[in-house]
């Protein structure tokens, strides 16, 4: 299985500022990278996929990239709505994986 | 738009079976080049993909559950299901069907509101 780290588990922000998460893997899974925002009690909600396409609908303060084994997600501007814990996923080869996920909340 | 709701019992008693089945509306689950999914979380926990089935019934599973686990679809109810056999505690979770596709980078664009099943006796 492609194992999944991510950092920070968690990190305090406050609106408006500027977050990064990290997402790793343990080989290289090309441009196979997904990133799904999830609110306490709610599915999972798709935000970017292969790396760094916008799903339909997500804000565009949202951005993905990839270098090497190494994705990013990024909030450029953090708002209130996105107070959320943050999963990426591997859809490279199956069995698919999570990241444990990163929770983002209120400084 | 496509949407996905899971139903099925919210509590099972260790070593039966849990059975779950997902039910799509609003699109055919056989139009598109979809595989349609199941994944679970346990309370405070992350994500796990269980399997998934493509409308031909091709499946792929999760090794870790590969045992216990089959997932079929009944194309003429719009449905597919999770059957997980042997079932105990630690089967405990939220259990969300989604849908992956279409295209080969399989990321789940819709998602089930999810169904917490409990094993207990």
């Known amino acids: 299985d492609i194992q999944m780290t991510q950092s920070p588990s968690s990190l305090s922000a406050s609106v408006g500022d500027r977050v990064t998460i990290t997402c790793r893997t343990s080989q290289s899974i090309s441009s196979y990278l997904n990133w799904y925002q999830q609110n306490p009690g709610k599915a999972p909600k798709l935000l970017i996929y292969?790396?760094?396409i916008l799903q339909s609908g997500v804000p565009s303060r949202f951005s993905g990239s990839e270098s090497g084994t190494d994705f990013t997600l990024t909030i450029s501007s953090l708002q209130p709505e996105d107070f959320a814990t943050y999963y990426c996923?591997?859809?490279?080869?199956?069995?698919?994986?999570f990241g444990p996920g990163t929770k983002v909340d209120i400084k | 738009q496509v949407q996905l709701q899971e139903s099925g019992p919210g509590l099972v008693k260790p070593s039966q079976t849990l059975s779950l089945t997902c039910t799509v509306s609003g699109g055919s689950i056989s139009s598109g080049s979809y595989y349609w999914s199941w994944i679970r979380q346990p309370a405070g926990k992350g994500l796990e993909w269980i399997g998934r089935i493509y409308t031909s019934g091709s499946t792929n599973y999760n090794p870790s559950l590969k045992s216990r686990v089959t997932i079929s679809v009944d194309t003429s109810k719009n449905q597919f299901s999770l059957k997980l056999s042997s079932v105990t505690a630690a089967d405990t979770a939220v259990y969300y069907c989604a849908r992956e596709g279409p295209s080969h980078y399989y990321y789940m664009d819709v998602w089930g509101k999810g169904t917490t099943v409990s094993v207990s006796s």
């Open positions: 996923q591997q859809s490279y080869s199956t069995p698919f994986t």
């Open positions: 292969a790396a760094s």
